[in-house]
Nanobody, 128 residues
C-alpha cells in the first residue's frame, strides 16, 4: 500500500524557517513525481512545487510571480530514503496553512496529469 506521511510543520514567528518532510512508502521514487501543495484557511489548495523526470524541480507559476517566493521555497528529495522535502525560509503569516505532499505516476520521464496519492498534511502556522 502506498503511503505518504508529512512532518515538520509547526508554529513559528515571521521570518523563521521550516523544513517539511514527506516519507513515502510502498513504492520507489523513480516511478513517481512528487508535489507539495498548501491550503490556507478559507482558500483553495494550491501547488507549491513538484518534481519531474530527470531530476527537474518545478515551482508553481503563482509563486514565482510573487515577492522572491521562489527563493523562499526549495523542494528536494532523498531518493535513497524515499523522502521529499520542502524548505521554507523567511516565513510570512500568509504562508500559514496545511501543507500536503502528493504523488503521481511517471512513465518515460513524463509525469501523469493527476496526483494519485496524498498525505494527511502538516500544519504550518506563522505568527506576526
Amino acid at each position: 500500500e502506498v503511503q505518504l506521511e508529512e512532518s515538520g510543520g509547526g508554529s513559528v514567528e515571521t521570518g523563521g524557517s521550516l523544513k517539511l518532510s514527506c516519507v513515502v512508502s510502498g513504492y520507489t521514487f523513480p516511478s513517481y513525481c512528487m508535489g507539495w501543495f498548501r491550503r490556507a484557511p478559507g482558500s483553495e489548495r494550491e501547488g507549491v512545487a513538484h518534481t519531474e523526470g530527470y531530476g527537474r524541480l518545478v515551482y508553481s507559476d503563482s509563486l514565482e510571480k510573487s515577492d522572491s517566493l521562489e527563493n523562499r521555497f526549495t523542494i528536494s528529495q532523498d531518493s535513497a530514503n524515499n523522502i521529499v522535502y520542502l524548505q521554507i525560509n523567511s516565513l510570512k503569516p500568509e504562508d500559514t496553512g496545511m501543507y500536503y505532499c502528493a504523488a503521481r505516476p511517471m512513465s518515460g520521464g513524463v509525469c501523469y496529469d493527476h496526483y494519485k496519492y496524498w498525505g494527511q498534511g502538516t500544519q504550518v502556522t506563522v505568527s506576526s
